[in-house]
Nanobody, 116 residues
Framework: QVQLVESGGGLVQPGGSLRLSCVAS????????MSWYRQAPGKQRDLVAA???????NYADSVKGRFTISRGNAENTVYLQMNSLKPEDTAVYYC??????????WGKGTLVTVSS
């Protein structure tokens, strides 16, 4: 079992920045990748960014050049630095962990609201 706790969401003005954090606990020795997804009201949950245990990254086209995913010094932590935020970035952001055995775990989400 893996437990995920996200933090760092909040209200920010357009053009502002936020940094999301996700800390994993439990069976974290077998993590394959950590990712951030988001879900806006009435829409499906979509991948924002992912990073593998080897350090490879992948981003949604809509956030390339604005968001950066990174792992902490401790292998159980992942961050999402979000710059130049737009109103369309408003969503609940979820942390996801995929283990090497393909098991999938989700955090409860943190709300990001971009509004003036």
């Amino acid at each position: 079992q893996v437990q995920l706790v996200e933090s760092g969401g909040g209200l920010v003005q357009p053009g502002g920045s936020l940094r999301l954090s996700c800390v994993a606990s439990g069976s974290i020795f077998s993590i394959y990748a950590m990712s951030w997804y988001r879900q806006a009201p009435g829409k499906q949950r979509d991948l924002v960014a992912a990073i593998t245990s080897g350090g490879s990254t992948n981003y949604a086209d809509s956030v390339k050049g604005r968001f950066t995913i990174s792992r902490g010094n401790a292998e159980n932590t992942v961050y999402l630095q979000m710059n130049s935020l737009k109103p369309e970035d408003t969503a609940v952001y979820y942390c996801n962990v995929k283990l090497v055995n393909a098991a999938d775990y989700w955090g409860k989400g943190t709300l990001v609201t971009v509004s003036s």
